[in-house]
């Protein structure tokens, strides 16, 4: 019929301690390397009026760290995720898929029409269309969980030998994105993309690479940056060519996602036993 109470509870609990915890990630990654901007680059590297500072760290204003856009948008929405999964409960699939397409194809339409004139002016106006985006791939994503498309896709293809397939289409798939580069249909891209490699077969070691990143992702993208353009710039492309280059950004951000997993999970457990 639909979402049982105990899986919508479930999905509105692991979403809502998941922004929670990339909000206080953020603030610890922003502050840290705030702190060590101060002192590798200079005292007015950084613009520290009072409401600059506090939109970047609510994430309505991001000029410190323009890779931290997405966290206020995705913050709402899970905020507003309870609501949306009642009301998908609601609504058959069929429809909230058609109702996503239709979110999704607006704010990517206005975005790349209106993003350089009208949004990047209006921040609450950009916030408000960037959240509609994000409730494209929300709830594909609720109907893929709800209806169980993977695992019907993947239970399909059980014992079939045309399993090369779905890696012939992600290739096609890959060429058709480097021919047609646009981010209008990005998210579309991205669930194809998903629900393709989902289906290849995959040695055991890929699987298990891809989670252990997977664990870090949102620190590396946050992270990565501070390294690449702001702070550490002539370091990292002192290596020349791109994959050394690729491969030491990749490290150190990935080590330094493992000390801010530490130092937060050490600030999370002292707070609770605080409490």
């Known amino acids: 019929m639909g979402f049982t109470a105990s899986i919508c509870e479930a999905m509105t609990d692991i979403i809502i301690r998941a922004s929670s915890g990339a909000i206080s990630h953020y603030w610890f990654i922003l502050t840290s390397f705030a702190i060590v901007a101060y002192f590798v680059k200079d005292t007015n590297y950084f613009s520290m009026g009072i409401g600059t500072v506090l939109g970047n760290y609510i994430g309505y204003q991001c000029n410190w760290s323009y890779e931290a856009w997405f966290l206020l948008p995705y913050s709402l929405l899970s905020l507003s995720s309870p609501f949306l999964f009642k009301q998908m409960d609601r609504i058959r699939s069929r429809y909230v898929v058609v109702g996503a397409l239709a979110c999704y194809l607006c704010a990517a339409t206005i975005i790349s029409k209106f993003h350089a004139t009208l949004l990047a002016d209006n921040p609450l106006l950009s916030l408000g269309v960037v959240y509609f985006e994000f409730l494209g791939s929300f709830g ?36 058709a994105k480097c021919a047609v580069p646009s981010a209008a249909w990005g998210t579309i891209y991205t669930l194809a993309f998903i629900f393709l490699f989902y289906l290849c077969a995959r040695p055991s070691w890929l699987d298990k690479a891809l989670a252990e990143l997977g664990k870090h992702s949102m620190n590396m993208w946050l992270i990565h940056t501070w390294y690449s353009n702001y702070l550490f710039h002539d370091f990292i492309f002192s290596f020349k060519y791109p994959l050394f280059i690729y491969l030491v950004l990749i490290v150190a951000s990935y080590a330094t996602s493992h000390l801010v997993n530490a130092v937060c999970g050490r600030i999370s457990v002292s707070w609770a036993d605080k409490k």
């Open 140 to 175: 594909w994503g609720a109907i893929a969980r709800k209806e169980k498309w993977f695992e019907k896709a993947s239970a399909w293809y059980a014992g079939k030998s045309e399993w090369h397939y779905p890696s012939a289409l992600l290739v096609l798939l890959i060429g």
